[in-house]
């Protein structure tokens, strides 16, 4: 099992673009979420899902959008770049059961920089 | 607003001593976890506590967890370096509870 795989693992962007962050996981997991981690201040939600179809928003979704039409794949869109979305980001997957993780399962993150 | 507090935010000890980080939260919550991430790193899951008074015990780390008192700590028993990292507890609040909140975490040294 590949677990969970983020690509690319590094990203530069311009103010403005936008681009998406793939992940999927190989786990058959329902549940599947977007964190972003800045300096000092843990990990903040994004947006998760709890299957195939089914997404919803979490603590800081302004500026991302996300789907999930299949069970394996969960990307992240960043519709217009902006400076403040300068962040690693985590996506991490678990079993529903129990909410969301008996334990999560993180990929390896995608560290990106917005000039 | 929810918060979770993780104290202390930095701890720096001898190897073969024993600390405890303690991470409090204000909201009601049956769910806590436990996650390591080394630097540069991803995060890796520890403990899952998921009643009140769950005691979970890994090696030389020992997690428990008050819901009363809506307060975990990760015990550290006799430290190695290898146990250098940092530390993260999260919350999942009753009301929500496929919503994490995190705690901004500890970054633990341990010195030879």
């Not at chain 1, 960043?78 to 969301?100: E, I, K, M, N």
């Not at chain 2, 190897?15 to 806590?32: A, F, H, P, Q, V």
Request: charged letters at 15%; glycine letters at 8%.
């Amino acid at each position: 099992n590949a677990g969970v795989t983020q690509t690319p693992k590094f990203q530069v962007l311009k103010t403005g673009q936008s681009m998406t962050l793939q992940c999927a996981q190989d786990m058959n997991h329902e549940y599947m979420s977007w964190y972003r981690q800045d300096p000092g201040m843990g990990l903040r939600l994004i947006h998760y899902s709890v299957g195939a179809g089914i997404t919803d928003q979490g603590e800081v979704p302004n500026g991302y959008n996300v789907s999930r039409s299949t069970t394996e794949d969960f990307p992240l869109r960043l519709l217009s770049a902006a400076p403040s979305q300068t962040s690693v980001y985590f996506c991490a997957s678990s079993p529903l059961a129990g909410g969301p993780g008996i334990g999560q399962f993180f990929g390896p993150g995608t560290r990106l920089t917005v000039l | 607003e929810l918060k979770v507090e993780q104290n202390p935010l930095f701890l720096s000890m001898q190897e073969g001593k024993n600390y405890t980080i303690y991470c409090n939260y204000s909201t009601t919550s049956d769910r806590l976890y436990w996650y390591r991430q080394d630097p540069g790193k991803s995060l890796e899951s520890l403990f899952v506590l998921l009643s009140n008074g769950a005691v979970k015990q890994e090696g030389r780390l020992m997690a428990s967890l008050d819901t009363k008192a809506r307060l975990s700590t990760l015990h550290i028993t006799a430290a190695v370096h290898d146990l250098s990292a940092t530390y993260f507890c999260a919350v999942a609040p009753m009301d929500s509870n496929y919503q994490l909140i995190w705690g901004a975490g500890t970054k633990l040294i341990i010195k030879p």
